[in-house]
């Protein structure tokens, strides 16, 4: 009986063996673009952004608006959002493998989904909104038309950005796992190459000059050096068809044969955002605008795509030893670019100069000067650093924005004594190097404004006396409008900015449009069914002190059943 028994468990074994690996990576059968274009990148996945990774692809569409977006696979719509800021217009559809698609910024949404949507927001009374309908409500097959590209929200021109989610964790995950028809055979480009000798921001720093020795490897002169040392990169990836500069794909670091560091861009979350700015030279970026990445794991990392037995990125050099770096930089696509380089450890009389900090991410700190404050709550840094908070006659200047912080810390001014509309026109400002001032939000409380930041900068009270401007564009008082298809106003703040508008028709609310990187405000006329010829028109907006403006303005248009 054994022996029957011992082929059926290799029977087993073999059929087991025929049944495909549970993953979201799909083929041409089951998938379909979202657009019907070339497509060609200008942004990847994982790629590092001001203070957040970026979550997807960035898809050119031709620098236009409106081209057709569909659906990459069968599902339903399980989340609607529309913001002025952040995605803007934003579709979330579910499927049935366990991945959500996500598209962004765009212009409009397909018939169906923008008729669900504005009754929702005529409902609700608000251009912004964000909606969750019911499973299988709002059914999408594969292909199916869901909207058109656009450049709504914190775009800065017209693309879609595509992204995939586990549906389970709602973590990001590489959407070139898709058979997505790129035209890639670059390889990487090192721009520079830089040893630190240390982990802090205030780390000492050396750069060494890259030779290519052929297409795709670098290296540099002999390099004599000490102690413990981790590696930082000038470098991007671009397609051959795109001139965009965008991020690598993967990572390794072998010192003598070892592997010493590896990231890979896989699956995110979007908690590791928290931790982006210890993956760069945080303090040359603020400086001057340069983006070296960093390989090296902080202590205070929690990232999840860096394993965290992983070792951190620090290679210890010792003196009259020889080593062998080489660095591997890959796309998705597998182009690699190498740099190899060969040290030599050398025993240093000198001693770097012992630094002091006088603030510790273990304890709290309170500065306060009676009518200023500032409060630091602990771990709002990532390492102990050193910071003069200098209190003058109108300006409180924190630091120098050149340490990242891990959590926000707070700044108080005092409410002035004055007359009460001047009280209320007031607010904290932050100050620049060219003393140029911008809004910081702070509300009032106990006598005092307050304010939380995550940056360090320079503060002071300013003040907003002007209202919003309220401006017909396409039209005049008393206009006939019979043939308009829509409304475009322009609305506008020159300092604090918009908080909320409102506009009314014959006292009606009407949805109006915002963007506010061209400052308008669009009425559709297919909105309403208006049956007068005479209608006023009245929009009201108010800033983020308070100042308020309204227009009221009349015009005539034949009702449509007339």
């Given at each position: 009986?054994i022996?029957?028994?011992?082929n059926?468990?290799?029977?087993?074994?073999?059929?087991?063996g025929?049944?495909?690996?549970v993953?979201?990576?799909?083929t041409n059968?089951?998938?379909?673009?979202?657009?019907?274009?070339p497509?060609?990148?200008?942004?990847?996945f994982?790629?590092?952004?001001?203070?957040?990774?970026?979550?997807?692809?960035?898809?050119?569409?031709?620098?236009?608006?409106?081209?057709?977006?569909?659906?990459?696979?069968?599902?339903?719509?399980?989340?609607?959002?529309?913001?002025?800021g952040?995605?803007?217009?934003?579709?979330y559809?579910?499927h049935?493998?366990g991945?959500?698609?996500?598209?962004?910024?765009?212009?409009k949404?397909?018939?169906?989904?923008?008729?669900y949507?504005?009754?929702?927001?005529?409902?609700?009374e608000?251009?912004?909104?964000?909606?969750?309908?019911?499973?299988?409500?709002?059914?999408?097959?594969?292909?199916?038309l869901?909207?058109?590209?656009g450049n709504?929200?914190?775009?800065?021109?017209?693309?879609?950005?595509f992204?995939?989610?586990?549906?389970?964790?709602?973590?990001p995950?590489?959407?070139?796992?898709?058979?997505?028809?790129?035209v890639?055979?670059?390889r990487?480009?090192?721009?520079?190459?830089?040893?630190?000798?240390?982990?802090h921001?205030d780390?000492?720093?050396?750069?060494?000059?890259?030779?290519?020795?052929?297409?795709?490897?670098?290296?540099?002169?002999?390099?004599?050096t000490?102690?413990?040392?981790?590696?930082?990169?000038?470098?991007?990836?671009?397609?051959?068809?795109?001139?965009?500069?965008?991020?690598?794909y993967?990572a390794?670091?072998?010192l003598?044969?070892?592997?010493?560091?590896?990231?890979?861009?896989?699956?995110?979350s979007?908690?590791?955002?928290?931790?982006i700015?210890?993956?760069?030279?945080?303090k040359?970026?603020?400086?001057?605008?340069?983006?070296?990445?960093r390989?090296?794991?902080?202590?205070?990392?929690?990232?999840?795509?860096?394993?965290?037995?992983?070792p951190?990125?620090?290679?210890?050099?010792?003196?009259?030893?020889?080593?062998?770096i080489?660095?591997?930089?890959?796309?998705?696509h597998?182009n690699?670019?190498?740099?190899?380089?060969?040290?030599?450890?050398?025993?240093?009389?000198s001693?770097?100069?012992?630094?002091?900090?006088?603030?510790?991410?273990?304890?709290?700190?309170?500065?306060?000067?009676?009518?200023?404050?500032?409060?630091?709550?602990k771990?709002?840094?990532?390492?102990?650093v050193s910071i003069?908070?200098?209190?003058?006659?109108k300006?409180?200047?924190?630091?120098?924005?050149?340490?990242?912080?891990?959590?926000?810390?707070?700044?108080?001014?005092?409410?002035?004594?004055?007359?009460?509309?001047?009280?209320k026109q007031?607010?904290?400002?932050?100050?620049?190097?060219?003393?140029?001032t911008?809004?910081?939000s702070?509300?009032?409380?106990?006598g005092n404004?307050?304010?939380?930041?995550?940056?360090?900068?320079?503060?002071?009270?300013s003040r907003?006396?002007?209202p919003?401007?309220?401006?017909?564009?396409?039209?005049?008082?008393?206009?006939?409008?019979?043939?308009?298809?829509?409304?475009?106003?322009?609305?506008?703040?020159?300092?604090?900015g918009?908080?909320?508008?409102c506009?009314?028709?014959?006292?009606?609310?009407?949805l109006?449009?915002?963007?506010?990187?061209d400052?308008?405000?669009?009425?559709?006329?297919?909105?309403?069914?208006?049956?007068?010829?005479?209608?006023?028109?009245?929009?009201?907006?108010?800033?983020?002190?308070?100042?308020?403006?309204e227009?009221i303005?009349?015009?005539?248009?034949?009702?449509?059943?007339?």
């Amino acid at each position: 009986m054994i022996k029957p028994l011992r082929n059926f468990y290799l029977l087993f074994l073999f059929v087991l063996g025929l049944i495909p690996t549970v993953h979201f990576a799909q083929t041409n059968a089951d998938w379909t673009p979202p657009l019907d274009i070339p497509i060609l990148l200008s942004g990847t996945f994982g790629e590092i952004r001001n203070n957040h990774f970026h979550a997807g692809l960035d898809i050119k569409t031709q620098g236009r608006q409106g081209l057709a977006v569909q659906s990459v696979k069968n599902g339903w719509i399980n989340r609607i959002r529309i913001s002025t800021g952040g995605y803007g217009k934003a579709l979330y559809i579910q499927h049935y493998d366990g991945t959500t698609s996500v598209y962004a910024h765009l212009k409009k949404f397909a018939p169906k989904i923008e008729a669900y949507v504005k009754k929702k927001q005529y409902e609700k009374e608000s251009y912004s909104i964000q909606l969750f309908p019911k499973s299988e409500e709002l059914s999408i097959e594969r292909g199916e038309l869901i909207g058109y590209s656009g450049n709504t929200g914190g775009s800065f021109g017209p693309h879609l950005h595509f992204e995939v989610r586990n549906s389970s964790t709602q973590n990001p995950i590489n959407a070139m796992q898709y058979p997505v028809e790129i035209v890639d055979t670059q390889r990487p480009q090192i721009q520079n190459l830089y040893l630190y000798d240390g982990i802090h921001p205030d780390s000492n720093k050396k750069e060494f000059v890259l030779v290519r020795k052929n297409d795709s490897t670098y290296t540099t002169a002999g390099v004599i050096t000490e102690g413990s040392v981790n590696v930082g990169l000038r470098l991007f990836d671009r397609q051959d068809l795109s001139y965009n500069k965008n991020g690598i794909y993967k990572a390794k670091i072998r010192l003598n044969g070892v592997l010493q560091y590896e990231i890979e861009m896989d699956e995110i979350s979007f908690n590791d955002s928290k931790y982006i700015n210890l993956l760069i030279d945080y303090k040359e970026w603020a400086q001057n605008k340069n983006r070296i990445q960093r390989f090296i794991k902080h202590p205070m990392q929690k990232m999840t795509f860096l394993e965290q037995a992983m070792p951190d990125g620090q290679m210890q050099i010792e003196s009259g030893k020889s080593y062998q770096i080489l660095i591997e930089v890959s796309d998705y696509h597998n182009n690699t670019s190498y740099i190899e380089a060969y040290f030599t450890g050398t025993n240093s009389t000198s001693k770097p100069p012992v630094k002091s900090y006088n603030i510790s991410p273990d304890q709290d700190y309170l500065y306060d000067f009676g009518d200023k404050s500032v409060y630091f709550p602990k771990r709002s840094f990532f390492d102990s650093v050193s910071i003069s908070v200098i209190n003058e006659s109108k300006i409180l200047s924190v630091g120098e924005n050149i340490y990242p912080l891990q959590k926000a810390y707070e700044v108080r001014f005092k409410v002035l004594e004055e007359d009460s509309l001047i009280q209320k026109q007031s607010f904290i400002a932050t100050v620049n190097s060219k003393n140029q001032t911008s809004f910081f939000s702070a509300a009032q409380k106990d006598g005092n404004w307050t304010g939380k930041s995550n940056v360090l900068a320079a503060y002071t009270l300013s003040r907003d006396s002007v209202p919003p401007e309220i401006k017909p564009l396409n039209f005049k008082n008393k206009q006939w409008l019979s043939d308009y298809s829509y409304l475009r106003l322009k609305l506008s703040d020159d300092y604090t900015g918009i908080q909320k508008y409102c506009g009314e028709i014959n006292g009606r609310w009407i949805l109006l449009e915002h963007e506010p990187k061209d400052n308008t405000l669009i009425y559709d006329f297919n909105d309403l069914e208006i049956e007068e010829a005479l209608h006023q028109l009245k929009i009201t907006a108010e800033d983020q002190v308070g100042n308020t403006s309204e227009l009221i303005m009349d015009f005539y248009r034949k009702p449509k059943n007339k």
